[in-house]
C-alpha cells in the first residue's frame, strides 16, 4: 500500500478542485451576509497563509483565533495547519484571566480577532507575552481606532498576498494541526492539540452513514462554536465532502437559527440542548418551517426527553444525541437507531434517543468499575474511558496528564451504564454524582424527568451537604415564561418515576441557571451558592 500522509491538505485540494461552485453563506453582523464560492474561499485561504507567512508564520508557529462562526473563521481553519502551522481556537467566552493563561499557555504568536471583539483582546493585551502580531477580522478595508500595537487589517493582507501560494507537500499526519482548551471549572483549562491525522479520520467518519452522513447535498448549519472543539469537526467534514456551509456568525439567538434554516434550507444542524429548547420555544408560537431538516445533533450535555419526542414527533425531525468531549476531537458516540429497533416501542425508541449512544467506528469504549467492566443490564455505573486515533493522549504541557490518561485510556470522568443493546447512557460526572446514606443518585436522570415536565424550562439537580445522609440532591428549576408550578407539584411529579430516596429534599427556583462557555450547567457554582442550603434553612 502506498504511504501517503493523513493531512487536511487533501481536504482542501479536493474542496478546490471538485466543489469550487459550492456556496458557504456567512453572517459577520446582524445587517450583513456574504455569499462566496469554495472557489473564492480557497483563494482567500491561499492569500491569507501567504500573508500569515511574510508576517513570520513557519512550521509549527501557534496562530490564535479569536473568532466567531464566519467565513475568515474557516479560511483560518485551512490556512493556518495546510502551511504546517497550528491554529489554536481560542474561546472567546472565557473569562480574561484564563484567556491570559491560555494565549500565554500555547505561545500563540499571532492572534486573529473578529472586530466586535476587539475590546476583551485589548483590555488584557499588556498581559499576552507571546502574541507578536495582531490581525482584525473586518468587513472594512481599514483598521478600526485600536490600542493593540503591531496590528493589521485582515482584508488589506488578503489584498496584498499571493492567491497562488503553494501548501508543502511534506507535512506529517502525525504533527499538530490544531487545538482548544477545556472550560474549565476549576482550575486553569488543559490545552489539547489535534493531529492531522487525528481531524482526518475524524471527518471521515462523520460522513458515514450511520454517523452523521454529511455528504456533498447537505447544507450545514453548525451552531456549536467553531472556537469549541472545532465546531465538532462540521467545518473540516463539510469541506471535504463539498457540502454547502451556513456559518451563523456573531450573537445569533433562536430566531435567527429558525430564520437561517428556513431561508437557506438547511438539512443538518449541531449545537448544545439550550439552543434547541430555544427553537422549540419560537416554533411553539409561531408557524415556521423547519422541514428541510434531515437531522438534529445536540451534545454537550444531557436532552430532555419532551425536547426530543418534540422535534421527533411534531415536528418530524430526528434529534441525534451526541457525546464527545475537548479530549476527543470530539464526537465518540451518536443515539442513531438500529436496524433492529425498528420493532421497538416508540417508548422504548425515545428511551435510546435520549441516551448517549454507540460508539462510532473507529472508537473503542470501556466502562468500568472496581468490578472492571459492567454488565450491559442499563444499571450498573462505571466511568467512561475511550481509546482511538482521534482520542488525545496527553494535555499539552501539563501535569495533569496523569490524571486522566492511563493505561493507553482517557478516563472521561463520566459515569455511565450501558444497555443491552450497547448504548452509553451517561448518569453523571463523578464530581456531580449524589451519594446519599452510601446509595448513589444520577441528577441527570432527575434533571431529564424535570425537564420533560410542560411548565419547566430548565433544572439542574445538584448534591448539597447533609449531617446524617452525607449528600442529599437539591433541584433547582426555571420556569417557562408565563408558567407556575409549587415545590410540591415538581415533587409529586418525580415520584411517579423514582424511588422516594432519590427525591429531591427541596427545588429552588431560578430566573436562570449559570452556565459554562458552552452552555453546559454550571454546577459548580450552584453548588458554591447553595452549599449551605440546610444551615440557612435551619
Not at 73 to 83: D, I, N, Q, S, T
Request: aromatic share 10%.
Amino acid at each position: 500500500m502506498m504511504d501517503t500522509q493523513l493531512v487536511l491538505n487533501s481536504f482542501f485540494k479536493r474542496a478546490e478542485s471538485y466543489y469550487a461552485q459550492k456556496r458557504i453563506i456567512s453572517r459577520t453582523s446582524p445587517t450583513t451576509i456574504h455569499e462566496l464560492t469554495y472557489g473564492q474561499w480557497a483563494k482567500r485561504t491561499r492569500r491569507l497563509a501567504s500573508a500569515l507567512t511574510k508576517l513570520g508564520m513557519t512550521r509549527g508557529t501557534k496562530v490564535g483565533s479569536f473568532a466567531w462562526n464566519q467565513h475568515r473563521h474557516l479560511e483560518a481553519y485551512f490556512a493556518v495547519p495546510c502551511a504546517g502551522a497550528v491554529l489554536h481556537m481560542v474561546n472567546i467566552r472565557l473569562s480574561e484571566e484564563h484567556l491570559v493563561y491560555i494565549i500565554n499557555h500555547a505561545r500563540d504568536e499571532i492572534l486573529l480577532i473578529d472586530v466586535d471583539l476587539l475590546p476583551i483582546i485589548e483590555s488584557i493585551h499588556e498581559e499576552l507575552t507571546t502574541v507578536k502580531q495582531y490581525i482584525i477580522m473586518t468587513d472594512e478595508d481599514s483598521l478600526p481606532e485600536t490600542t493593540l500595537p503591531n496590528v493589521h487589517c485582515y482584508e488589506t493582507l488578503l489584498a496584498q498576498a499571493d492567491e497562488t501560494f503553494e501548501f508543502p507537500e511534506d507535512i506529517d499526519e502525525n504533527s499538530p494541526a490544531g487545538m482548544c482548551y477545556t472550560s474549565a471549572t476549576t482550575g486553569n483549562p488543559k490545552g489539547v492539540v489535534y493531529s492531522h491525522r487525528g481531524l482526518y479520520l475524524h471527518s471521515l467518519m462523520q460522513a458515514t452513514a450511520d454517523s452523521m452522513a454529511i455528504s456533498e447535498r447537505d447544507i450545514v448549519l453548525p451552531i456549536v462554536p467553531m472556537f469549541h472543539a472545532n465546531a465538532w469537526g462540521l467545518p473540516f467534514t463539510s469541506v471535504n465532502v463539498g457540502a454547502t456551509l451556513v456559518l451563523p456568525g456573531p450573537q445569533f439567538t433562536s430566531a435567527l437559527i429558525v430564520d437561517l434554516i428556513e431561508t437557506y434550507s438547511v438539512t443538518v444542524t449541531a449545537g448544545v440542548p439550550t439552543i434547541w429548547l430555544g427553537v422549540q420555544q419560537i416554533l411553539e408560537k409561531e408557524s415556521r418551517d423547519i422541514s428541510s431538516l434531515r437531522a438534529i445533533y445536540a451534545g454537550g450535555s444531557a436532552s430532555p426527553k419532551g425536547l426530543i419526542q418534540a422535534f421527533e414527533k411534531e415536528y418530524n425531525v430526528p434529534y441525534i444525541v451526541v457525546y464527545g468531549m475537548t479530549e476527543t476531537t470530539p464526537i465518540v458516540t451518536l443515539s442513531q437507531y438500529q436496524s433492529w429497533m425498528d420493532d421497538y416501542s416508540e417508548e422504548e425508541r425515545l428511551e435510546a434517543r435520549a441516551t448517549q449512544g454507540i460508539t462510532v467506528t473507529g472508537i473503542e469504549s470501556s466502562i468500568v468499575n472496581e468490578d472492571g467492566e459492567v454488565p450491559w443490564d442499563g444499571q450498573t455505573m462505571g466511568e467512561l474511558r475511550l481509546r482511538g486515533p482521534w482520542i488525545s493522549n496527553e494535555y499539552y504541557e501539563d501535569e495533569r496528564t496523569l490524571d486522566v490518561y492511563r493505561d493507553g485510556w482517557l478516563y472521561t470522568g463520566d459515569i455511565a451504564v450501558r444497555t443491552k443493546d450497547g448504548f452509553i447512557k451517561i448518569t453523571d460526572r463523578t464530581k456531580d454524582l449524589i451519594k446519599s446514606g452510601g446509595e448513589w443518585i444520577s441528577s441527570v436522570d432527575l434533571e431529564n424527568a424535570l425537564m420533560s415536565h410542560d411548565a419547566i424550562f430548565e433544572a439542574a439537580v445538584i448534591a448539597i451537604p447533609h449531617v446524617k445522609w452525607q449528600e442529599r440532591p437539591l433541584a433547582c428549576v426555571v420556569l417557562k415564561e408565563g408558567a407556575t408550578l409549587s415545590k410540591e407539584e415538581v415533587i409529586a411529579y418525580l415520584e411517579t418515576q423514582f424511588a422516594k430516596w432519590w427525591m429531591p429534599d427541596d427545588v429552588v427556583f431560578l430566573k436562570e441557571i449559570p452556565k459554562t462557555s458552552v452552555g453546559k450547567f454550571l454546577k459548580a457554582k450552584l453548588r458554591d451558592e447553595l452549599n449551605t442550603f440546610y444551615e440557612v434553612k435551619l
